[in-house]
């Protein structure tokens, strides 16, 4: 996603972005937070952001909280 962001390549970048929604997880859900902030994917860190929220109690007892 970051080699698509950086080469303009905006379909890939979609795919990749709908992807990473599709298979949010408790297992992924923080590094995919995080990834989405550092790089600045606003959508992406909004509906991670949401995912985050909406199964918060089973969030924090994984290892990544």
Partial sequence: MVA??????MELKTVTRSF???NLSLSN??????FAESYQFN??????RKFIHSHLM???QTEDF
């Fill in 29 to 34: 859900c923080i590094s995919v937070y995080h």
């Fill in 4 to 9: 698509a962001d950086n080469l303009l390549l």
């Fill in 43 to 48: 959508e992406l860190g909004e509906a991670t």
């Fill in 58 to 60: 089973a969030v924090a």
């Fill in 20 to 22: 990473l929604k599709q």
